[in-house]
């Protein structure tokens, strides 16, 4: 039986502020059958691609990559706000759809050539990704695919990672 995921995405206008139109993947992960289904439909991307880790900006990005990592058998690194994570790091700035912000990687947390998936729930403007993008680049990792629940289309993300191979689940 085939999901339709849409079903499960609420909507909720003038979120976090006046006009956004907030996507809410909260139902979705509620339903114990829809979450593994669309988490499913990632691991098959990545298991494509041969990810060896897998990398994720808070706090999203978490709940999308650490069910593909569990599944997959490979690592999952947290991309951290601003004074969340100890310990040596690297720092990318960028802007959002509403505001801005940095995100740090341990220097340690990707190792030169190794196949990294960047997961996230949602691509807006693709600042949050392109900024973790850049953080696994530093660190000499190969970015081989990009994976969300939902794009943005108005928003124009997808050109900052055209790059790079793409998954979304549904599109607005
Ligand atoms: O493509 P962009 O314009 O960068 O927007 C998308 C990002 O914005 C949201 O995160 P947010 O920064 O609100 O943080 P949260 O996950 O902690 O709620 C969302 O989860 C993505 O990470
Ligand atoms: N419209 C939106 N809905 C949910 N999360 C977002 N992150 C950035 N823009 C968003």
Redesign the pocket.
Known sequence: MSIDFSKYIASYPDF?EPGILFRDISPLLENGEVYRAATDKIVDFARERNVEMIVG?????FIVGCPVAYKLGVGFSPAR?KNKLPGETIEES??????K?SLYLRTNAVKPGQRVLVT????????????TIRLVEKLGGIVVGTAFLIE?SD?K?RE?VKDYDFFTLLKY
Request: proline share 7%.
């Open positions: 976090p900006p808070e706090a999203r990005g706000k960028y802007g959002l759809e509403y505001g912000s996230d729930d949602l691509l807006a403007t693709g600042g949050t990704i392109d900024a943005l928003l993300g900052k």
